[in-house]
């Protein structure tokens, strides 16, 4: 049985639907004490230190979005309520090509994107089970077009990630013919502060 089967005699509640509680959540914990506040898990451009200082040094120019020239960033929506309005990166749109020069970070006069630390925004994995390539398909797409050297193995025409090269750019996500997009990204769950003697 896959929902709960409504009580016999149903009483008339306006946050129950066929015994399937609809009372609205909070999308965010914004409005948790700070102390409570948890960080969203989101995809930063290049260089993004450590997510709470990030937030306290963004001012939400959008600088970084107007110097990308692939208009991979864009602005957090609303509803991400605590980080409206910060960059962010979303491959399914478009991803970030790993610039040589970095003109995201160029551009970010707060300096909380640096080229002090990784480029790095997280990482991919390949979804097996959802891959051509790990079925009897010839597709190389992704390892063609990743733009960091190394990030891609492929072993008997089947790619694998190579998690400590890879920079989670989003690139094999976005170019991925699979009918059910075979590569997941995940954001890098920390990032380094600003090195020691650089100040935001
Ligand atoms: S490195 Fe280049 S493509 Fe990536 S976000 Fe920055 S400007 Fe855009
Ligand atoms: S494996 Fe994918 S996410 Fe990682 S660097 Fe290459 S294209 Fe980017």
């Known amino acids: 049985m896959r929902y709960p089967k409504p009580d016999s005699e149903p009483k008339a509640s306006t946050t129950q639907l066929h015994g399937i509680s609809v009372e ?3 999308a965010t914990d914004a409005a948790l004490p700070k102390s409570r506040q948890r960080t969203i898990p989101v995809f930063r451009p290049p260089g993004a230190i450590a997510e709470e200082t990030f937030l306290a040094g963004c001012t939400r120019c959008s600088d970084c ?6 208009d991979a960033i864009r602005k957090a929506p609303d509803r991400l309520a605590a980080i409206a309005g910060t960059p962010v990166l979303e491959a ?4 970030c090509m790993m610039c040589d020069d970095f003109p995201c970070i160029a551009a970010c006069k707060p300096g909380v994107l640096t080229q002090s630390i990784p480029a790095v925004m997280g990482t991919a994995l390949v979804t097996e089970h959802l891959c ?3 079925h009897s398909t010839t597709c190389t797409v992704c390892s063609e077009r990743c ?3 190394g990030a891609i193995r492929v072993m008997d025409g089947k790619p694998t990630i190579c998690e400590d090269v890879c920079t989670g750019c989003g690139v094999c996500r976005y170019v991925c013919p699979a009918p059910e997009n075979a590569i997941l990204l995940m954001p890098a769950f920390s990032r380094p502060p ?3 003697g650089h100040t935001a």
């Open 24 to 26: 609205p959540v909070a």
């Open 194 to 196: 600003l090195p020691d």
């Open 92 to 95: 399914d749109t478009a991803a």
């Open 132 to 134: 051509l390539a790990h």
């Open 65 to 70: 979005i107007d110097a990308c020239p692939h």
């Open 147 to 149: 733009p960091v050297q």
